[in-house]
C-alpha cells in the first residue's frame, strides 16, 4: 500500500467539528452524522486543506439546513433542559445564520442554544452562566456589603468545579463559582453572606457559622439544598 493508507484528521471549520479522510479519490464528498453534527469529508491525498475550506464554505447554505433538521429530530428525542435561576427550560437548539456568532437566547419560557453542534453545549452554557451571574452580581454584592458592613476588594466570577465561593482574607478577594446562576437566588446571596463573612473570620469554626446565622437564618436549608 506505501504513500496510499488513509489519512483521518479531525480539524474545525466555521466553528464546526469536522474529519478530513484522504483517499485516492478524484472529488470530494461532504457528509453529516446525524449523531452529532461533524462534517464528514472524503479529500482526494494531495488537495489542500485551504480548497476543503473553500468546498465546505461553498456548501455552507446546505451544511446548516441539513444540520437544523437533524437537531430538530434529536431535540425532540432528547427533551433536554437547563437550570436559570432556580427554574428549569426546555432547550431548542438551532444553527446560527451563516456568519452570526454562537448564542444562548431565552424568550422566557424556552431557551434556545445558537450552536453548531450540541457537543457545543457545556462550553456556551459555562459563558451564559458567567454573564447571566456578573448581569446581577453588583446589586447582590451591593446589598450585602451594606447590611454586613464588610467590603470586598473584588468580586470575581470563576467556572469552579468543585465549590461555590472562595475567600482570599489577605487580599479580600472573593470568587464565585458561575454555576450559581442555575441555582435560586437566595443561594447567591448565602455565598455571598459565606465569603463576606470570611473576612471576620477566617476558619469554618462556631463563631463563624453564628456571623452566617445572624445574615442569612435558613442558611442550614440552603446548604442541604445546594448538595442535593
Ligand atoms: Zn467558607
Redesign the pocket.
Known amino acids: 500500500m506505501g504513500g496510499r493508507r488513509l489519512t483521518v484528521k479531525n480539524v474545525q471549520i466555521c466553528g464546526m467539528q469536522a474529519q478530513v479522510t484522504r483517499k485516492p479519490i478524484r472529488n470530494m464528498y461532504l457528509r453529516i452524522r446525524p449523531d452529532d453534527g461533524t462534517l464528514l469529508i472524503s479529500a482526494p491525498m494531495q488537495l489542500p486543506d485551504s480548497e476543503i475550506r473553500r468546498f465546505v464554505e461553498s456548501r455552507m447554505e446546505w451544511v446548516l439546513r441539513h444540520r437544523g433538521q437533524t437537531q430538530r429530530v434529536r431535540e425532540t428525542a432528547g427533551r433536554e433542559t437547563v437550570l436559570l435561576w432556580g427554574k428549569e427550560y426546555p432547550i431548542r437548539y438551532q444553527a446560527p445564520g451563516c456568519g452570526e456568532k454562537e448564542r444562548i437566547e431565552t424568550d422566557g419560557s424556552t431557551v434556545i442554544f445558537y450552536v453548531y453542534g450540541q457537543e457545543r453545549r457545556k462550553e456556551l452554557e459555562d459563558a451564559w452562566y458567567t454573564e447571566e451571574l456578573r448581569r446581577v452580581l453588583p446589586r447582590y454584592t451591593q446589598k450585602w456589603e451594606r447590611i454586613t458592613g464588610l467590603a470586598a476588594a473584588e468580586w470575581k466570577i470563576r467556572n469552579m468545579k468543585t465549590r461555590w465561593g472562595s475567600?482570599t482574607v489577605r487580599t479580600r478577594r472573593i470568587r464565585l463559582a458561575s454555576q450559581l446562576a442555575a441555582l435560586p437566588a437566595e443561594c447567591l446571596e448565602y455565598v455571598i453572606v459565606?465569603?463576606l463573612m470570611?473576612l471576620r473570620e477566617a476558619g469554618?469554626n462556631e463563631r463563624f457559622w453564628a456571623l452566617v446565622e445572624s445574615y442569612c437564618p435558613n442558611y442550614r436549608e440552603i446548604r442541604r439544598r445546594m448538595r442535593g
Open positions: 475567600c459565606h465569603e470570611h469554618h
